[in-house]
């Protein structure tokens, strides 16, 4: 019996020219738009931004603008290292940050005396940072002017303004380590957490960024802003009531 041509033909060539036929056979699509292209540079960008919007997470003390001017509020924050016997504290960097939580002015400072304790797993600080610091009386002068008359946010501010050589009026501190609503029947909560509990916000889980640490307290402080202030007025309120009858009686 006689073979068909088809099947003396190389088994390899019988399957190219099938896939040349069916290729050669399918009709071509028309898109309506860019959109609808599922393997164009558009399409695929999409994808990827999509992909990536759901792995990248919003970081709640972003500023909701970039207005960096000074406002009447100010929040900052400082970095220390160990000098002395390495139990000293002196600044190594400061940070401020406005009511929008935008920088106004961050630094790394150069101690005046011999670091012996970078403490960089919490602080941050390296011997790099420091090569090109400023000295310490040209950012304590700076930070003066930049708080003066200004309402002074931040957490634990009396070890800040030490580690400055600075005093703020008490009237003009907002310190949320000592605010009411946010102290527990233990004592004083830590900054990191507040920031979690109330903002959402995840900071200080290794090395601190004074950056973020003033605004997460900046932002605190707006939140609550209004019964805070409330809070202040009443507080100097009675002080003053006490001390007027206080002089009175003398």
Same mark, same amino acid.
């Given at each position: 019996?006689?073979?068909?041509?088809?099947?003396?033909?190389?088994?390899?060539?019988?399957?190219?020219?099938?896939?040349?036929?069916?290729?050669?056979?399918?009709?071509?699509?028309?898109?309506?738009?860019?959109?609808?292209?599922?393997?164009?540079?558009?399409?695929?960008?999409?994808?990827?931004?999509?992909?990536?919007?759901?792995?990248?997470?919003?970081?709640?003390?972003?500023?909701?603008?970039?207005?960096?001017?000074?406002?009447?509020?100010?929040?900052?924050?400082?970095? %220390?290292?160990?000098?002395?016997?390495?139990?000293?504290?002196?600044?190594?960097?400061?940070?401020?940050?406005?009511?929008?939580?935008?920088?106004?002015?961050?630094?790394?400072?150069?101690?005046?005396?011999?670091?012996?304790?970078?403490?960089?797993?919490?602080?941050?600080?390296?011997?790099?940072?420091?090569?090109?610091?400023?000295?310490?009386?040209?950012?304590?002068?700076?930070?003066?002017?930049?708080?003066?008359?200004?309402?002074?946010?931040? &957490?634990?501010?009396?070890?800040?303004?030490?580690?400055?050589?600075?005093? &703020?009026?008490?009237?003009?501190?907002?310190?949320?380590?000592?605010?009411?609503?946010?102290?527990?029947?233990?004592?004083?909560?830590?900054?990191?957490?507040?920031?979690?509990?109330?903002?959402?916000?995840?900071?200080?889980?290794?090395? &601190?960024?004074?950056?973020?640490?003033?605004?997460?307290? %900046? %932002?605190?402080?707006?939140?609550?802003?209004?019964?805070?202030?409330?809070?202040?007025?009443?507080?100097?309120?009675?002080?003053?009531?006490?001390?007027?009858?206080?002089?009175?009686?003398?």
């Amino acid at each position: 019996m006689k073979k068909s041509k088809q099947t003396q033909m190389n088994p390899n060539w019988v399957q190219l020219k099938q896939k040349l036929n069916l290729n050669g056979s399918k009709p071509s699509r028309t898109y309506d738009s860019e959109d609808d292209t599922p393997n164009s540079i558009l399409g695929k960008r999409k994808e990827r931004l999509n992909d990536d919007s759901d792995d990248c997470e919003i970081n709640p003390l972003d500023p909701v603008n970039d207005d960096a001017s000074l406002t009447d509020a100010v929040g900052m924050d400082c970095e %220390m290292v160990g000098v002395g016997q390495g139990n000293k504290s002196a600044l190594a960097r400061v940070s401020l940050v406005n009511k929008w939580g935008n920088v106004i002015y961050d630094e790394f400072v150069r101690p005046m005396e011999r670091i012996v304790d970078y403490r960089t797993k919490i602080s941050g600080i390296r011997p790099q940072d420091l090569r090109k610091a400023k000295d310490f009386c040209t950012a304590q002068k700076k930070v003066a002017e930049l708080i003066h008359g200004r309402i002074l946010v931040g &957490h634990a501010l009396s070890n800040d303004l030490k580690a400055l050589l600075l005093s &703020h009026p008490k009237k003009d501190i907002r310190d949320t380590s000592e605010y009411p609503p946010f102290l527990r029947s233990s004592g004083r909560v830590a900054l990191r957490h507040l920031a979690s509990e109330h903002l959402g916000a995840k900071i200080q889980s290794g090395e &601190h960024c004074p950056v973020d640490d003033a605004r997460a307290a %900046m %932002m605190l402080y707006q939140r609550n802003r209004k019964e805070w202030e409330k809070c202040v007025k009443g507080k100097f309120r009675k002080q003053k009531k006490r001390k007027k009858n206080k002089d009175a009686k003398e």
